[in-house]
């Protein structure tokens, strides 16, 4: 049977919007951009004509009541990511979200809901989760190629300077949901999350240490036990000068290690033996890639789900896990106690925003 | 005034005993090695006639009962750490100690009693503080030039396979006194807190991941506040198959990193400058060396010390601080609960031993 | 005095034409792009808005007869750089040519005429040499602190695939006027003969080794004495998988290196000292830069030289020197003996094109 | 059939002598070290000792004389092997010599003849060919996996200091036969020419950079041309600050490279492949191996080829390709003109002595 193109919508039309039409671009056969929505109509109408997308509407709701749509890319700001994900799914369209997927746990449920009883799917971008490298880490772990997990570290050391805040909506808890925990590293250990499976245990803390201007933190580091057993260490900081995006997963019979910054091909991956291991680099460089890890990587992978009738990852139960990850680093920083998973229940304050208690640092200077 | 060259035993010809021998030989017009001490007297006798020592003593009482000496060298295994040292400061001899420097605060605490009592002193061996990399770093943070202090991690990330834990004294409370906490990673964290001063509070985690025939740890993980708000993730391994011993810290004008394995030279140092903050560069490098880090230059401070009449480094107040933070560690991780600095008292069980209470995994096989 | 902008044309709006106009532009109160020339109009009109050029002209001798020029960027196909140099010196502009200047010693002398006879200058881009780190290189070298000069390699290593060769005027002398040599690796050893100075002979060989569709060599190596004593390795290629451009100098106090490949910032340089000459790393590292070699950097040289009423860099007569060593590299490969400079006179094939002789190579096949 | 162990002698227990006895030790059923001779008896009784040798000689002749020896290691003075192999084949023993093998292409000959009238074989130490990495490369370039071989090169930087030259016996054509070329970089072009197969020609410059005290070059450079087309270009050097060996291959479809110093694993080998080319990483990765070239790895094969009772690598016939490289080299170094495979004839000065004529540098200062 012969496959129409799947109808995409790119909602939003700022900086990260151009991932989502060059990985829609490279799949013609299987998704065409046909509508492009942002408030903003000149930016809009100028999307449009440079990825030729036929239809331009200044709203959401406008597009979906005059078109029909398959997969809508939500690339708007974090704080409307809920509304306009339950709209689409209301009108009977898939949705692609960018992280993060929600503000809070609790939009993330109310999204979870929508989605159980319209039986569309949604989807958030963790494109790391699809490139090469992951998906033949996973691949060899699951075969047992491996050994057991012992110890992972997860580290998401990057550097952001007093201009990239002077943005009103960024570090704040309203509009970004959080700081570098929740907007960068977050990457780096859902990347963690789909590898080690589920987690049960986070201890951290939290800190402003270096940019007095934000409300949220800047560095916050955490300990992590794992189902499995693996013992991990994340740290998350857009305070370090020297930018690396690094985890390494120590095996019984190797280690795994990732290094990069933004995007990774295979060429930031390495493999070290154990002794008396060394079959373990013939398996890894077996099917060797030269691809960038990305959106259009992921995107194959949601349109197969599509094609298959199933819901596309990441799916919101893996979405969850990693928000739960993200509520229970801040409970545990705020709080000073460990938090395992399923702790943070309805009433639990950090299930309605991550920072459910205030922060533990002085007020925040006027902007 | 002429200075005589201080007179040393070594006692205890083990492994390490070498390093000892060689950094005395580094010295020849200010320390010289005039005796040695082993229960193995065919040992004692080949290690005397390989380093020129014209003593030979089968024991430490002996040797002091006949022979005067400045600086004993102990080389021996941690559990007899503490009554030699106590020994040697009655007998009038300062002590340089191997580390651990004891078992416990309690042992530590013992010998800095009897310190005070006899004005002899006794230093522990960090020899990685010393080395050109850690002084600089050090006098630049202090100097200013680095800006405040942000995050730092701190990774000892070591392999050692069943072969090394056959030998029935390895991985076992009672003689190692721990695990890579205590017996490999102190080596690194010893350096971070010489840089970054006195710590405040410590949340651990520690696991027997994958050597079952030990008692101890094989792996922990502590993320640490220090007094000056730098937060810091330390992570302890023996069953990494890619080893390292890696420090990071990001200041606000530069990450300063040092990535070696059991010594290091200005070869394993980096500096990476914050935008703007190139100076840093020029600072570090004006006096760049190409000497390793060792023994020997620990012993030149040692020296400095002994001539100058005050206590040698490193010395029982900084070794405490270092040993507290092991046995907050251990505590730490054995409870779930966060341990500030102070809170380990003499009722303390973790002030005896550094498992204070039962490590929180199953029976221990067998040997 | 106040210093009116210089007036700046850009002829050519290919790919390089916006290194220039940023290089402007980083400039602003030194210099301004007032006109574009392109014989494709829409080109023109595009990249005059893109840039702000109030002018666009059809063909250089248009504009020059209507605008006042002080300084042409020649950004056209290198065949067409002597005949429009030489409008531009008559019509009293001076001329910034992109690399390779020329097509031959033979027309890099004619303009060298008008240039004499019109009191206006022709400079050359070759913006290695402006990058902080050659800068200081060349600097250390001349004041004694690197001791002298003993051996260098020059590794052009690139890879050009087949697609990049079907555009009709590449790889054919009468257009490009060579291959890696002229037109690849020419970055590089110019950057070699900015330090080392006049080179005496060159031996070399040449090869099409892969790429069978294009006229001239793909590879070439050549062995170089220079007037100071020094031996060099040069390496051009385009048919390397793994590219990088590497040059590597062996003083005897030091050895310095260059890795990166089409430009530089100082973290792509490094210093190594010879044992007892650790000072030279305080001195490479004084006055360290995060800038990236480029455009902008040779041009504010270029700038302070017509301020100064001084021939801009690179000279007519720096850039002979390159040009003549291509020359004899492109004569000794073809002919397999050595070249002494100097040796290329006026009635030499290779005076009036590269290929001074047929290639030894066999016929080319049809494009 | 059971194989009775080879017996092995050695003669000249100088340093490189542990290397052959560590090799041995490596294959106790296959061979063992029954004899060592060395001029200075305390030495030869002291090596003896330490590796368990029953009997000591005096010299080579009182060995043969008395003892039946099935493989004797030539680990004397390069000016002794020709007599000293000679004396072996005559006695029927087979030979394993270090390199040089001889002082000349003329002493190889003589070697020759009688190994061919004896029936008895003479094999050069050249270790780097058997390590994993070679054995790898060469396999899979025999195999077409890595498409034909397009450019080399083969950097040999290393550093000796005046110290090291004053040695009497160092830098003297009459006792080592030559400089970098014969002594140092010989091990990285021997593996070179190894994997490219037989040279054409060799075009080459040679210097007395800064050891000026040395009679020898300390610098050579080559430009050479394989008869299977590929192009390399080669650099021997002893006054490069910082040291490496380097060995890079572009084939049409991957670089691959070694970078180590005295000795190489699987670590200091790396593929890069070319676009579309991926499949080359796994070929290589298949049977990663953790051992270190050495003398170890070629002894199997000289065992092996014992076993089987031809001649072992490296064979009188591979040696000599490498050794009239060297001649070449020094020819072509000295008379300024290229040099063909073939062109050193029995008359040739440089048959009989690299040096066949005086160095192109100054007379030499006294010792």
């Known amino acids: 049977m012969t496959q129409t193109p799947y109808r995409a919508a790119i909602v939003g039309t700022g900086a990260i919007a151009a991932a989502h039409a060059q990985a829609l671009r490279a799949h013609p056969n299987r998704a065409t951009l046909t509508a492009v929505v942002d408030l903003d109509a000149d930016r809009a109408g100028a999307f449009a004509a440079a990825w030729?997308?036929?239809?331009?509407?200044?709203?959401?709701?406008?597009?979906?009541?005059?078109?029909?749509?398959?997969?809508?890319?939500?690339c708007t700001p974090p704080s409307t990511h809920a509304p306009l994900a339950i709209e689409c799914?209301?009108?009977g369209a898939n949705v692609l979200v960018e992280k993060p997927p929600t503000l809070s746990l609790s939009e993330l449920d109310d999204i979870a809901r929508v989605s159980e009883e319209t039986g569309r799917h949604v989807a958030t971008v963790f494109q790391h989760r699809f490139g090469a490298g992951a998906v033949r880490l996973r691949g060899l772990a699951v075969a047992g190629h491996l050994g057991r997990s012992l110890l992972a570290t997860c580290d998401t050391l990057w550097f952001r300077d007093d201009a990239y805040f002077a943005a009103p909506w960024r570090g704040r808890w309203e509009t970004e949901g959080g700081g570098p925990t929740m907007g960068h590293g977050i990457h780096q250990f859902d990347l963690l999350l789909s590898v080690l499976g589920p987690w049960q245990q986070v201890t951290a803390v939290a800190g402003r240490q270096a940019r007095h201007q934000v409300h949220t933190e800047d560095v916050s580091m955490a300990l992590v036990t794992f189902?499995?057993?693996?013992?991990?260490?994340?740290?998350?900081?857009?305070?370090?000068?020297?930018?690396?995006?690094?985890?390494r997963f120590d095996f019984e019979r190797a280690t795994v290690e990732l290094s990069h910054l933004y995007g990774y091909t295979d060429d930031h991956w390495s493999i070290t033996p154990a002794p008396g291991c060394g079959d373990v680099k013939g398996r890894w460089y077996a099917d060797w890639s030269a691809t960038e890890s990305g959106h259009a990587g992921q995107l194959t992978a949601v349109l197969d789900a599509l094609d298959a009738g199933t819901a596309p990852p990441v799916t919101l139960a893996d979405t969850r896990r990693t928000m739960e990850f993200v509520a229970a680093l801040y409970r545990s920083a705020f709080t000073g106690a460990p938090v395992r998973s399923g702790d943070i229940g309805p009433d639990d304050p950090f299930f309605r925003r991550m920072n459910g208690v205030d922060a533990p640092w002085e007020g925040v200077r006027a902007a």
């Open 227 to 247: 189902a499995d057993g693996t013992l991990a260490s994340v740290v998350n900081s857009v305070v370090s000068p020297r930018q690396v995006s690094a985890l």
């Open 89 to 91: 799914l209301r009108a």
């Open 52 to 74: 030729q997308a036929p239809t331009v509407a200044p709203s959401l709701t406008e597009l979906l009541a005059s078109h029909d749509v398959d997969l809508v890319h939500l």
